[in-house]
């Protein structure tokens, strides 16, 4: 049972790249959510899903885009990589209720 | 605007004594809380929650405590151990996206 698998684990882009981020779980969970990570930040929402066909946005949606084509899938889209956007990215799930399974993360360089 | 606050972004703490993390919260629709532990290069792992409706939950050496009318909840890890050296996040949860706020996390770094 591999959980929720994030894809790549690291990258480097140059500004203006686009690039995208693959969030596989096989728990068979309705909701995902991805997050960044930046020091003496925490975790912020950027955007989420509520099921399959299904996004909305969080706390800090802007510069990114998402899809929830398939239940098991939750894919991170950067049109046009920023320096602001290097974080640590997290996408996590959970079924309804209960706690967040997360992934091991994507650290993402934007130079 | 963050609505989960922790202060007191380090904790050192020697082996087997206690460790006290303390969290605050500002909003009062706020009805589900927990801790999430995260090592380096990892993603956070669920630690502990609680309900709302109680004012004490206890797994093990970990213990988190609710006090809703000052909004503030605590976590107590007795004895510490040098494997509980790491980030702590709080989080809270209000509604039925089951969306969670975190705070900014607590470094704690116990003592052989």
């Known amino acids: 049972n591999a959980g929720v698998t994030q894809t790549p684990k690291f990258r480097v882009l140059k500004t203006g790249q686009s690039m995208t981020l693959l969030c596989a779980q096989d728990m068979n969970h309705e909701y995902m959510y991805w997050y960044r990570q930046d020091p003496g930040m925490g975790l912020r929402l950027i955007h989420y899903s509520v099921g399959e066909g299904t996004t909305a946005k969080g706390e800090v949606p802007d510069g990114y885009n998402v899809s929830r084509l398939k239940k098991q899938n939750f894919l991170l889209g950067l049109e046009s990589a920023a320096p602001s956007q290097t974080s640590v990215y997290f996408c996590?799930?959970?079924?309804?209720?209960?706690?967040?399974?997360f992934g091991s993360g994507t650290r993402l360089t934007v130079v | 605007d963050q609505q989960v606050k922790q202060n007191s972004p380090s904790l050192s703490v020697q082996e087997g004594r206690i460790s006290i993390l303390n969290c605050d919260y500002t909003n009062s629709m706020f009805d589900y809380f927990l801790w999430y532990k995260k090592y380096p290069a990892e993603g956070p792992t669920f630690l502990i929650s609680i309900s709302s409706i109680k004012d004490k939950n206890e797994d093990g050496r970990f213990t988190v405590f609710l006090n809703k009318s000052a909004k503030h909840l605590s976590l107590h890890i007795v004895p510490s151990q040098p494997g509980d050296s790491a980030v702590y996040f709080c989080a809270a949860s209000a509604d039925g996206n089951n969306r969670l706020a975190f705070g900014k996390g607590n470094q704690v770094v116990v003592i052989p």
């Open positions: 996590a799930s959970v079924r309804d209720g209960g706690s967040y399974t």
